[in-house]
Nanobody
């Protein structure tokens, strides 16, 4: 079992930056992949970034990093746009299961 807790969301103006954190606990030694998804209003959940993929819409602006000692993954989001407004959700794949955090709201104002 893996538990995930996100933090760092909030309200920011377009062009600004935010850093999201996802702290993992439990069977963290068994994690095969970790990343971020998002769900915008009226849209389906979509992949933002994981260990080997990044959405075209955020490439060059969003960066993922991982502190293995702290079992924490970060999402640095720069030059935010209004279309980045969404609930950002941490995801872990630990064969054969997927784990999801509760999500953190990011709102970008114009």
């Amino acid at each position: 079992q893996v538990q995930l807790v996100e933090s760092g969301g909030g309200l920011v103006q377009a062009g600004g930056s935010l850093r999201l954190s996802c702290a993992a606990s439990g069977s963290t030694f068994s994690i095969d992949d970790i990343g971020w998804y998002r769900r915008a209003p009226g849209k389906q959940r979509e992949l933002v970034v994981d260990s080997d993929s990044i959405a075209d819409a955020v490439e060059g602006r969003f960066f993922i990093s991982r502190d293995r000692a702290k079992n924490t993954v970060y999402l640095q989001m720069n030059n935010l746009k209004t279309e980045d407004t969404a609930v950002y959700i941490c995801h872990v794949y630990s064969w054969p299961r997927h784990y999801w955090g509760q999500g953190t709201q990011v709102t970008v104002s114009s």
